[in-house]
């Protein structure tokens, strides 16, 4: 049957929601989006007059969904399902429909396929934006025993869920992280106050030393006076939590400042957010969650297996923009006219 295409969410829903859940891992991002839009909070900073597109498709033999596709026109296109065709085969759709396309969000495979199709009939260049893969850990099974061992041994310190106090600080972080990914984060403070709400900020704080920076932001006495003798703590790392969706949540931000890098506070914090999801101790993670999900550079492709997670995806992000190439020649021009010689003109003599 080929693609089915709806700008109804529910509809979506109904007839892709089973496929994208039964693949959570591989349509983490599908996921949040859905979830962003049916919740009401868009990922785009303003309204767009074409507004959001979702689609499925249907294969020939009439079984169930196999690949689905979310488009907002101010984001790359969000594409599952790996086979190249049917991505080359939705470049179609959408040029016949008049979309925008800024860029994919895809399967290395079908990335490239769209892209390709794309360039050809809009006549723009692609560039890469970023290469990743997707990891997951999964929640122990009874009989295959605790939590498989991280290789990489990690500092001293403790998990603790951002309260409304570190807002400022939160937001930050979330403006620097943002800026080191060259993302667009329109509103830190809003974006902090709505993972505080929901337990979605996590830091990981170790003992106070005199070089630490971020004391000023933190306006409750528990922050720096040390309770029953415990020592005042400092968080040195952050992760954000996407809110929970067909039982997989996702690290989606993972931050450590650059004066606290190399400590091992990220293989720290991403490890013990893992297994504090899955235990269900966190107030984020309410229910049962079966896997948390995270996507990293590809040239950071070694810390999945070190940390306990498993290779489940291999994704790209392409932009597309206008065709460029050399610069034009410049208008040839004649030899340079020589100018006259000869002696100079005698000056004459003044009177005195």
Known sequence: ??????????????????????????????????????????????????????????????????????????????????????????????????????????????????????????????????????????????????????????PAGRLRVAQPEDQALLADWLSASAAEATERLDSPFDVAADLISYGGAIFWEVPEGPSRRVAHYLAGQHHRDGQFGEPAQQPVALVTLTRPVAGTIRISRLYTPPEERRGGYAAAITMAASHAILAGVLRSAPGRINEVIVITDRNRSDRGGRFGYELVDEREVLRFGPVTGPLPHPPRTGPTPRLPTGPLPRIPRLRR
């Open 1 to 154: 049957m080929g693609w089915c295409t709806t700008p109804d969410l529910e509809e979506f829903l109904t007839e892709a929601g089973g496929y994208l859940s039964s693949k959570a891992a591989e349509n983490t991002l599908l996921l949040s989006a859905v979830q962003a839009a049916r919740a009401g909070r868009p990922a785009r900073s303003q309204a767009d007059p074409i507004g959001p597109l979702y689609g499925w498709w249907q294969p020939p033999d009439g079984g169930g969904p196999r690949g689905a596709f979310v488009h907002d026109p101010a984001l790359p296109l969000l594409i599952s399902g790996r086979v190249p065709e049917m991505a080359a085969t939705l470049a179609a759709v959408l040029a016949k429909m008049g979309r925008p396309v800024s860029g994919v969000d895809a399967p290395t495979e079908a990335a490239d396929a769209f892209a390709a199709a794309w360039s050809q009939r809009a006549g723009t260049a692609v560039r890469v934006q970023r290469q990743c893969r997707v990891y997951r850990i999964v929640r122990p099974s009874r009989q295959g025993g605790g939590w498989p061992q991280s290789e990489v041994p990690g």
